[in-house]
């Protein structure tokens, strides 16, 4: 079945860095985006970034984010990276990697949530 497994998380200083790992079995997944999501306590689930299947493995960051963040991906080990730099107290929250096998548009980005399958998420601490 499909599984996504992700690791990485802990507690860190501000200014520190994390590079979470999402790992995946089940599907074929050089054919899927792989999304990175985050939910801190009392808010809404968000998208972080995304990185596509296609040759160019196209990346995708909100604004806010941009130049922090960098995902990755190395489909010999089907597994995608989330490098966080620089980070804040702010970015404190649950970190869920997903990826959409059922809809049609589930190799490129962004990872619809509704139609995604989730993993069971790690905690990031950035401690002030």
């Known amino acids: 079945q499909v599984q996504l497994v992700e690791s990485g998380g802990g507690l860190v200083q501000a200014g520190g860095s994390l590079r979470l790992s999402c790992s995946a079995s089940?599907?074929?997944?050089?054919?899927?985006?792989i999304g990175w999501f985050r939910q801190a306590p009392g808010k809404d689930r968000d998208g972080v970034s995304c990185?596509?299947?296609?040759?160019?493995?196209?990346?995708y960051y909100p604004d806010s984010l941009r130049g922090r963040f960098t995902i990755s991906r190395d489909n010999a080990k089907n597994t995608v990276y989330l490098q966080m730099d620089n980070l804040k107290p702010e970015d404190t929250a649950v970190y869920y990697c997903?990826?959409?096998?059922?809809?049609?548009?589930?190799?490129?980005?962004?990872?619809?949530?509704?139609?995604?399958?989730w993993g069971q998420g790690t905690q990031v601490t950035v401690s002030s």
């Open positions: 990185i596509s299947d296609d040759g160019d493995s196209t990346t």
């Open positions: 997903a990826a959409d096998i059922i809809s049609s548009y589930g190799s490129s980005c962004p990872v619809v949530p509704g139609f995604a399958s």
């Open positions: 089940g599907f074929v997944f050089d054919d899927y985006a």
